[in-house]
């Protein structure tokens, strides 16, 4: 059974760069939509963006111009980063996995929290 | 932006009684690319329904979805005890896909 894991810095400084990662276990990093979603905390949830296994990308208007989702299959691994934080982008970050044929975000890890201060 | 607005924003109801979720979107939603989400505290949200009305793998059939255009419905036909939780529905019809803000199941 597929098994999503982030991993990343909790704490990251005002303008600096987020970096997570997701490891992926259980089943390959191909043939799949492979997003990033974020949830404030006590709020709802932000589609951050997704990397389809053949290699494009689609992101969320409201973050297009600070984000950036790379997929690595050596390591079975994809990441995000997020360029010139603020304490708006304090949240929870999930990855997510699935196809059209259910959801494109069918399968979930965990969360990690991130929080921005200095 | 297709918007999703979920109502009500917190439903107040006892185990065995049937609660009625809604979510409506503006503009129109493809039915097929409609999905309702249930998270608990401290969790991540589970996948219920895709596609409106497609149980996802492992959820009991007391969950049930359905609706077209911009007007969709998840009802849970008896309330068990771990069904209290935030339920939310998400489009990804259209870029960007979106969440509704999330209706808060409550013991009564």
């Known amino acids: 059974q597929v098994h999503l894991q982030e991993s990343g810095p909790g704490l990251v400084k005002p303008s600096e760069t987020l970096s997570l990662t997701c490891t992926v276990s259980?089943?390959?990093?191909?043939?799949?939509?492979w997003s990033w979603i974020r949830q404030p905390p006590g709020k709802g949830l932000e589609w951050i963006g997704y990397?389809?296994?053949?290699?494009?990308?689609d992101y969320n208007p409201s973050l297009k111009s600070r984000v950036t989702i790379s997929l690595d299959t050596s390591k079975n691994q994809f990441s995000l980063k997020l360029r010139s934080v603020t304490a708006a982008d304090t949240a929870v970050y999930y990855c997510?996995?699935?196809?059209?044929?259910?959801?494109?975000?069918?399968?979930w890890g965990q969360g990690t929290l991130v929080t921005v201060s200095s | 932006e297709i918007v999703l607005t979920q109502s009500p924003g917190t439903l107040s109801l006892s185990p065995g009684e049937r609660a009625t979720l809604s979510c409506g979107a503006s503009?129109?939603?493809?039915?097929?690319?409609l999905g309702w989400y249930q998270q608990k505290p401290g969790q991540a949200p589970r996948l219920l329904i895709y596609?409106?009305?497609s149980r996802a793998t492992g959820i009991p059939d007391r969950f049930s979805g359905r609706g077209s255009g911009t007007d969709f419905t998840l009802t849970i036909s008896r309330l068990e005890p771990e069904d209290f939780a935030v339920y939310f529905c998400?489009?990804?019809?259209?870029?960007?896909?979106?969440f509704g803000q999330g209706t808060k199941v409550e013991i009564k």
């Open positions: 997510a996995r699935g196809d059209y044929n259910t959801s494109p975000t069918e399968i």
């Open positions: 259980g089943g390959s990093i191909s043939n799949f939509y």
């Open positions: 990397l389809y296994y053949i290699g494009s990308t």
């Open positions: 503009p129109s939603v493809s039915s097929i690319y």
């Open positions: 596609g409106a009305s």
């Open positions: 998400q489009q990804y019809g259209s870029s960007p896909w979106t």
